[in-house]
C-alpha cells in the first residue's frame, strides 16, 4: 500500500501526491489537512490522524477510513463511496449529500445531513452513532439519516431545532427522545417493522464495521420522521 506523510508536506501538495497514486493508500500523521480524497473514485484510502475540513468532498465512488476524529463538512456533497469515521465528526457531515454513505461511530455536530438530497435513483446515507447537535435534518430533501443513541451518557440524542424546514427523506432516532422538540410541519412515529425493513441493512452493516452488537443495538424502539406533506415549505420557496 502507498504511503503518505501529512507531516512532510502542505496541504496542496498531500492531496496533489494522493491524486497522483493508483491503488489504495495509507495517510499517517494528519493533523487537520482539507479536501482529503475531493472528487476521488478509485481509492481506498486510509488515515490515521485529524483530517480537516471537506473530507471527500464531492466523492464519486473512493472509501475513506479515518482512525480518529474528522473535522466540519464531511461527505460535503458526495456523489457515491463511502465514508467511516472511528470518532466523532464536526459540524454538517452529509451536506448536500446525494448519494453514498458516511458512518461515524461517535457524535456529530451541528447541521448533520443539511440539504441532503436523492439524486438519480441514490439513495444517501448517515447514520452516527452517538448523539447529534442542533439543526439535525435542516432542509433534508431526500435520504436517510440514523442516529443511534450510543454511548450518551443519558444526554438528548438531538440539539435543538431539528428537522427545520425538511420536506423529504426519513430520519431515524432509536430509543428514547425526551426532550426532542419535533416542529410542526414533520410527523414524528414510532417505526413499524416495514420501517425497519429499510433500515435494517444498514445498521446492521454499521454495527458490523464498528464492532457493535447490531441485535442489541435493534432490539430498542426507534422514532421515523418525515415531513408531513410533499413539500410542506414550498410556500416559502416558490413565488405564488
Not at 480537516?52 to 475513506?64: C, E, F, V
Not at 447537535?133 to 450518551?152: K, T
Amino acid at each position: 500500500m502507498n504511503i503518505l506523510d501529512a507531516r512532510t508536506t502542505d496541504n496542496a501538495s498531500l492531496n496533489e501526491s494522493l491524486r497522483a497514486l493508483s491503488g489504495s493508500c495509507s495517510i499517517i500523521g494528519c493533523v487537520g489537512e482539507r479536501f482529503i480524497g475531493a472528487g476521488l473514485s478509485d481509492k481506498t484510502i486510509d488515515i490515521s490522524g485529524t483530517p480537516g475540513n471537506a473530507l471527500g468532498a464531492y466523492l464519486n465512488g473512493a472509501k475513506i477510513i479515518v482512525h480518529g476524529n474528522a473535522q466540519d463538512a464531511v461527505g460535503d456533497t458526495m456523489n457515491a463511496g463511502e465514508i467511516i469515521v472511528h470518532g466523532n465528526a464536526g459540524d454538517a457531515p452529509g451536506y448536500a449529500m446525494r448519494g453514498g454513505k458516511i458512518y461515524i461511530k461517535g457524535n456529530a455536530g451541528y447541521r448533520a445531513g443539511i440539504h441532503m438530497k436523492e439524486y438519480l435513483g441514490k439513495l444517501p446515507v448517515i447514520i452516527i452513532g452517538g448523539r447529534c447537535g442542533s439543526f439535525l435534518g435542516e432542509y433534508q430533501a431526500g435520504g436517510l439519516i440514523v442516529v443511534l443513541g450510543l454511548n450518551n451518557d443519558g444526554k438528548r440524542i438531538v440539539g435543538n431545532f431539528p428537522f427545520a424546514g425538511m420536506h423529504g427523506g426519513k430520519v431515524f432516532l432509536r430509543g428514547r427522545t425526551d426532550g426532542v422538540i419535533f416542529p410542526d410541519k414533520v410527523s414524528a412515529r414510532t417505526a413499524t417493522n416495514e420501517d425497519m425493513m429499510s433500515v435494517e441493512s444498514y445498521i446492521k452493516e454499521f454495527c458490523s464495521v464498528f464492532g457493535i452488537n447490531a441485535d442489541e443495538v435493534l432490539s430498542s424502539p426507534f422514532t421515523v420522521v418525515t415531513p408531513d406533506s410533499a413539500n410542506p415549505y414550498k410556500r416559502m420557496y416558490v413565488e405564488n
